[in-house]
């Protein structure tokens, strides 16, 4: 394949003069001269414009899962475009593509998950589900269920909607957020929240703050109730034991609806195909993303229960919501491909029993880091938590200045990590070898060893983005 020369000073022109980059501070974009350009992938790894190999701990935004590289993908979407490169999903049409990306998914999910919406982001899956649940508690006669129950620190999008089903404050000053209707409990962050407890009872704690602003709204109000399985961009959440469970025990005591976001979560980022296979509970509506199509191809899908959409059926309206590129042929054509990747090279089962748990031995590695308050993973999600006190959950001042330091150290040294707040957090693709996550741990304890450092002796280089909330979510 050749390889294209680009002029990367001029990009960075180009980007400071014209481009907007997603999520970005833009006097940071322009005061620093424009963003990193990234030129091409393969593997695990990413090269830019100035010749550095970076090993992508990230895999792209939570999504990369099958690696860069994968030449049958662009054959697909080629082979698609050539057939039919679009058509709409409008006025009781379809194409061959969404039809038979629906069936498989549906496969995938199983039970009562068997109808699928699609849409071209998370933000819009969880914009889908927000119109849907309220039209369907319409049509069942209970116009006033209208309220969604969501979690502080909880990342559903950045549309309107979405963002507001999300918990992050830093989002919703922009815009006058939340909109109307939606609520926010605590989240099951036992290492922020709940450190002096045992774990269990922490997240039962959780789960009965869902129960009591229930109860407290009224649960004749209440719409649904929705979460991701792993809070990925909240800073990678793990719930405690028996969380879940207690959730789906409360939904269906009041008769809510139980939405599982899977973005992050789904196709296999756990070790399953989804979160709530790993976790046990049963959703009646599952949003999904990003590993859908390996970020290969935008596209995203809601999956319906049966019972809600025979709820739909029973009325002659419309369901007035869709978008130009719901079912996208070309979109549907390569995620097809890439969830046959996924089981032909069984990459969820190499997640689940390879990979997932050697990069758990080896962060165990840094748990005795001075700067380590607590490493925590499952399957290949993780986060390494950064304290001032060893054996206490206490961070530097201000919270969330050490986090984005050893971020820049990390990248310095060839390693594409996030920081959230003071959360270290990574995904690779599910192609990384053993050698790179071990290589992944060591550059992380050389990033604290520097960080540490540095702290110690107040020098510390500024801090160029740091928020309330650290780095953004997606």
């Known amino acids: 394949m050749s390889r294209r020369n680009h002029d990367i000073a001029e990009l960075r022109r180009l980007d400071?003069?014209?481009?907007?980059?997603?999520?970005?501070?833009?006097?940071?974009?322009?005061?620093?001269?424009?963003?990193?350009?990234?030129?091409?992938?393969?593997?695990?790894?990413?090269?830019?414009?100035?010749?550095?190999?970076?090993?992508?701990?990230?895999?792209?935004?939570?999504?990369?899962?099958?690696?860069?590289?994968?030449?049958?993908?662009?054959?697909?979407?080629?082979?698609?475009?050539?057939?039919?490169?679009?058509?709409?999903?409008?006025?009781?049409?379809?194409t061959p593509p969404p039809v038979e990306l629906a069936a498989k998914l549906a496969g995938l999910l199983g039970g009562e998950l068997q109808h699928i919406f699609f849409n071209n982001s998370g933000s819009e899956s969880n914009d889908t589900v927000f119109r849907l649940v309220r039209y369907y508690w319409d049509l069942k006669g209970e116009p006033d269920r209208k309220v969604f129950i969501s979690r502080h620190n909880a990342y559903h999008g950045s549309t309107v909607a979405a963002a507001s089903l999300g918990g992050m404050s830093y989002m919703h000053v922009q815009g006058d957020l939340p909109i109307g209707g939606i609520e926010h409990v605590m989240q099951?962050?036992?290492?922020?929240?709940?450190?002096?407890?045992?774990?269990?009872a922490f997240g039962a704690r959780a789960a009965a703050a869902i129960e009591a602003r229930i109860l407290a709204i009224g649960p004749e109000e209440i719409a649904a109730f929705i979460g991701e399985p792993v809070q990925g961009a909240g800073g990678v959440i793990i719930p405690p034991p028996g969380y879940w469970p207690r959730v789906e025990a409360i939904c269906r005591k009041y008769g809510i609806l139980l939405v599982s976001d899977e973005v992050i979560c789904g196709f296999g980022r756990l070790g399953?195909?989804?979160?709530?296979?790993?976790?046990?509970?049963?959703?009646?509506?599952?949003?999904?993303?990003?590993?859908?199509?390996?970020?290969?191809?935008?596209?995203?899908?809601?999956?319906?229960?049966?019972?809600?959409?025979?709820?739909?059926?029973?009325?002659?309206?419309?369901?007035?919501?869709?978008?130009?590129?719901?079912g996208h042929p070309v979109a549907a054509a390569v995620a097809l491909r890439n969830i046959e990747i996924l089981e032909r090279e069984h990459l969820v089962e190499r997640v689940a029993d390879d990979l997932g748990p050697y990069l758990a031995k080896a962060l165990a590695r840094l748990d005795d880091h001075p700067l380590v308050g607590e490493t925590r993973s499952l399957g290949l999600i993780a986060a390494v938590e950064?304290?001032?006190?060893?054996?206490?959950?206490?961070?530097?001042?201000?919270?969330?200045?050490?986090?984005?330091?050893?971020?820049?150290?990390?990248?310095a040294r060839g390693l594409m990590v996030r920081a959230i707040r003071d959360s270290i957090v990574m995904c690779p693709p599910y192609v990384i070898t053993h050698a790179e996550i071990d290589r992944i741990a060591a550059?992380?304890?050389?990033?604290?060893?520097?960080?540490?450092?540095?702290?110690?002796?107040?020098?510390?280089?500024?801090?160029?983005?740091?928020?309330?909330g650290g780095e953004p979510g997606l």
């Not at 899962?65 to 049958?72: L, Q």
């Not at 962050?189 to 709940?194: A, E, L, M, S, V």
Request: proline share 5%; hydrophobic share 40%; charged share 20%.
């Open 386 to 411: 950064i304290v001032c006190e060893k054996g206490t959950n206490h961070r530097f001042q201000p919270p969330g200045s050490a986090g984005p330091l050893v971020r820049d150290a990390c990248i």
């Open 272 to 326: 399953s195909w989804f979160g709530f296979q790993h976790y046990g509970y049963t959703p009646d509506i599952v949003s999904m993303a990003k590993g859908l199509s390996s970020g290969y191809q935008p596209i995203s899908a809601t999956a319906v229960s049966r019972e809600i959409v025979e709820t739909l059926r029973g009325s002659d309206d419309d369901f007035v919501h869709g978008y130009t590129y719901s």
């Open 188 to 200: 099951p962050y036992w290492f922020g929240d709940g450190f002096d407890e045992e774990p269990e």
């Open 16 to 94: 400071v003069a014209h481009h907007l980059p997603a999520q970005s501070s833009y006097k940071l974009q322009r005061d620093l001269g424009g963003s990193r350009i990234i030129t091409r992938a393969e593997g695990s790894t990413l090269y830019d414009g100035d010749g550095n190999a970076i090993l992508d701990g990230m895999a792209g935004l939570w999504c990369v899962d099958v690696g860069y590289g994968r030449a049958e993908l662009a054959e697909v979407a080629y082979e698609q475009m050539l057939e039919l490169p679009y058509y709409n999903t409008f006025f009781r049409t379809a």
């Open 443 to 468: 550059i992380i304890a050389a990033a604290l060893d520097e960080v540490g450092a540095a702290l110690a002796t107040s020098a510390a280089p500024a801090l160029l983005d740091v928020t309330e």
